[in-house]
């Protein structure tokens, strides 16, 4: 997995690429973390290059989303691929965190 | 005509990539579809996670044994460990409706195991060993039944 970082406006955006496993998602838990520590509570994790999650990924997004909502901040998520989609539909993740086609519009949904 | 493939390493975590990447090979040699290959990745993964951090627990730390067996559209994985018993098909299902707020985090691994594959099986033997046997048939014949 290989993750980066890049402000988008008053947006933090998070590119996930790879594979998110129970290996790799301390990692993007600890890098989603740091961000909303920071204040950086308006979160887009861009999954165009995210091939593979499993409950282990899931587990990092929630635990993200709890946070970012708790200090009036969200993640929201873009362009996911749909074998991962499917994962997150599976286990009723679709309904608590947005989804949108692509980077540009999850950014601009926070207005 | 089918492919029939095992490995056994160390029930810990320094094997999950082996174990995975057994699964992910042994798809492309059977030609399975991608929804197939996916659902045994995490399949595995699930499974071998539980084991390493629960049924392996306070244990001396054993194996597990993966083996994969493709007969036309069917796909057969077994995973035989000598872990504490637990039996997936009672595992109690996740809370998939309450709102961010009050998802309890984790609880998903089983969840997603069970609905990944078409059949799940679970025997264990105080002597042998535990094995639990998935089955799952390719997109393609599942669309023709």
């Known amino acids: 997995m290989e993750l980066s970082v890049k402000p988008a406006g008053n947006v933090i955006v998070v590119e996930i690429r790879g594979s998110v496993d129970g290996l790799t998602a301390d990692k993007l838990m600890q890098t989603l973390t740091e961000q909303v520590q920071k204040g950086n509570t308006r979160l887009v994790a861009d999954c165009a290059g995210l091939d593979y999650t499993s409950s282990a990924g899931l587990r990092a997004l929630l635990g993200t989303v709890k946070q970012a909502r708790q200090k009036g901040g969200d993640l929201r998520l873009a362009a996911v691929r749909a074998p991962v989609l499917k994962v997150l539909e599976l286990s009723g993740f679709t309904s608590i965190l947005k989804h949108f086609p692509d980077v540009k519009e999850a950014t601009a949904s926070f207005g | ?145």
Not at chain 2, 19 to 34: L, P, T
């Open chain 2, 1 to 145: 005509m089918g492919t029939a493939l095992a490995i056994e390493h160390a029930a810990n975590l320094d094997n999950l990539p082996r174990f995975m990447s057994f699964i992910d090979d042994a798809c492309k040699r059977a030609g399975a579809d991608e929804d197939t290959a996916y659902a045994l990745r995490l399949a595995i993964e699930e499974v071998c996670i539980n084991l390493i951090q629960y049924g392996y627990k306070d244990m001396t730390p054993g194996t597990i044994r993966v083996s994969f067996d493709q007969r036309g559209d069917c796909i057969t994985v077994k995973i035989r460990d000598h872990a504490r018993p637990f039996d997936p098909v009672q595992a109690p299902g996740p809370d998939l409706t309450s709102d961010a707020g009050a998802r309890p985090i984790g609880g998903l691994g089983w969840y997603l195991v069970r609905r990944s594959v078409d059949k799940l099986d679970y025997r264990s033997d105080p002597r042998r060993g535990n094995v639990l046997t998935l089955t799952k048939r390719s997109a393609r014949s599942r669309q023709q039944a």
